[in-house]
């Protein structure tokens, strides 16, 4: 993560433990730094596991610190997926603040880092963030793991992964379902971010 710039562009300290991430029952697997295309992550990851301690709860979070492009990231972050209140690693049962939208680079903006974090909760917890479907890029952007992690007392991730991806064709179809909010806002180049959770 360091060598990626991960660290300092996302979190200030690298995490100890690993994330293992599956897509499509195993054929795809996220391994540091790792090439996958948008079509190949599109849905949600099959297996997500990482050591844990008994009886406690976790946050996971999926965020893309290049948006729109690693050269110009006036969105950074945007965040693909966050979930909250995660007994152990079942994030079925976990509290969903942002449900999962596969990696969507825009077209001639290279590679992006979608950077997978777990954070160990102090306990289970209170989240006052709208809650944000996969049907809407509404709140996804600017968004700032380390000032969510900060605003809840979670301390550094406990564990992370990461790969890398770029626009395929796939990418268009999640414009689609996010409508003209993204197709507009994805192509400005003086975006004012503020961060928001």
């Given at each position: 993560?360091?060598?990626?710039?991960?660290?300092?562009?996302?979190?200030?300290?690298?995490?100890?433990?690993?994330?293992?991430?599956?897509?499509?029952?195993?054929?795809?697997e996220?391994?540091?730094?790792?090439?996958?295309?948008?079509?190949?992550?599109k849905?949600?990851?099959?297996?997500?596991?990482?050591?844990?301690?008994?009886?406690?709860?976790?946050?996971?979070?999926?965020?893309?610190?290049?948006?729109?492009?690693?050269d110009?990231?006036s969105?950074?972050?945007?965040?693909?997926?966050l979930?909250?209140?995660?007994p152990?690693?079942?994030?079925?049962?976990g509290e969903?603040?942002?449900?999962?939208?596969?990696?969507?680079?825009?077209?001639g903006?290279?590679?992006?880092?979608?950077?997978?974090?777990?954070?160990?909760?102090?306990?289970?917890?209170?989240?006052?963030?709208?809650?944000l479907?996969?049907?809407?890029?509404?709140?996804?952007?600017?968004?700032?793991?380390?000032?969510?992690?900060?605003?809840?007392?979670?301390g550094?991730?406990?564990?992370?992964n990461?790969f890398?991806?770029?626009?395929?064709?796939?990418?268009?179809?999640?414009?689609?379902?996010?409508g003209?909010?993204?197709?507009?806002?994805?192509?400005?180049?003086?975006?004012?971010?503020?961060?928001?959770?």
């Amino acid at each position: 993560m360091e060598a990626n710039s991960i660290v300092p562009d996302v979190i200030s300290k690298e995490p100890e433990g690993v994330i293992k991430i599956l897509y499509n029952n195993g054929e795809n697997e996220v391994n540091f730094g790792n090439e996958l295309t948008p079509t190949q992550v599109k849905d949600e990851p099959t297996t997500v596991e990482w050591n844990i301690e008994e009886d406690a709860y976790y946050l996971l979070c999926m965020t893309d610190p290049d948006a729109p492009s690693r050269d110009e990231p006036s969105w950074r972050e945007w965040h693909h997926w966050l979930v909250g209140n995660i007994p152990g690693t079942d994030i079925g049962l976990g509290e969903t603040l942002s449900a999962y939208v596969g990696s969507a680079p825009p077209p001639g903006t290279g590679l992006h880092r979608y950077t997978f974090l777990v954070y160990q909760q102090p306990d289970k917890l209170q989240f006052d963030e709208k809650r944000l479907t996969n049907q809407s890029a509404e709140n996804r952007e600017c968004f700032s793991i380390s000032k969510f992690a900060e605003k809840y007392q979670l301390g550094d991730p406990v564990a992370g992964n990461f790969f890398v991806a770029q626009y395929d064709d796939w990418c268009a179809e999640v414009y689609k379902r996010f409508g003209e909010e993204i197709a507009m806002s994805l192509f400005l180049e003086d975006v004012q971010c503020n961060i928001h959770f």
